[in-house]
């Protein structure tokens, strides 16, 4: 409803990172994703120019937070949020592909620490080895938690966290 709309600001889904290892979207014109830069700031990203034809697809691929356990950082989950499309943008017509790609559900989602490229760059843990999550434990915690769990307020502004299966989550306002 309108009212909806105001109370959260257009925003249909906060900012966020996905499970899988890494998400190939397929879209037609007419986008409504927003991607954040690393962890920098949120900048729109959106799949229609000024010149584009309607029926031109774009590609995104984001990296998930499988991928960034594995890759100790090296690979950085996207943070992306859904939000209202702009008001000529409502009545188009959308398609949108989306195909997920995981691992295993019994790999353990520790950095691989034996890469050559990760002993020379450094690992970023986000926990302990002991403690990472097989693939089953994250894609089933973040799938049955979102939007059941209480948010608490985070140190960072605009930033709300949770934890599952042992790591913090972070939700971006």
């Not at 889904?13 to 499970?19: A, D, N």
């Not at 954040?36 to 229609?48: A, F, K, P």
């Not at 989306?98 to 790999?107: A, I, T």
Request: net charge positive.
């Amino acid at each position: 409803s309108e009212d909806e709309e105001v109370k959260t600001k257009n925003v249909w889904l906060k900012g966020h990172t996905g499970e899988p290892s890494k998400r190939i979207i397929r879209f037609t014109a007419h986008s409504i994703s927003r991607l954040r830069d690393g962890y920098n700031s949120l900048q729109s990203t959106s799949v229609r120019s000024a010149n584009s034809h309607p029926k031109c697809t774009r590609k995104v691929i984001n990296v998930g937070d499988a991928l960034e356990f594995l890759s100790g950082g090296f690979y950085r989950a996207t943070i992306h949020r859904v939000v209202q499309p702009p008001k000529d943008q409502q009545q188009a017509t959308r398609l949108g592909v989306f195909y997920f790609c995981r691992s295993d559900d019994d790999v353990t989602l520790a950095p691989l620490a034996a890469s050559p490229v990760l002993k020379r760059i450094g690992i970023t843990r986000r926990f302990e080895d002991s403690a990472a999550p097989t693939m089953e434990a994250w894609r089933k915690g973040r799938t049955s938690q979102y939007g059941r769990s209480d948010l608490t307020p985070s140190s960072e502004k605009g930033v709300e966290e949770e934890t599952i299966a042992g790591v913090v989550v972070k939700h971006y306002n």
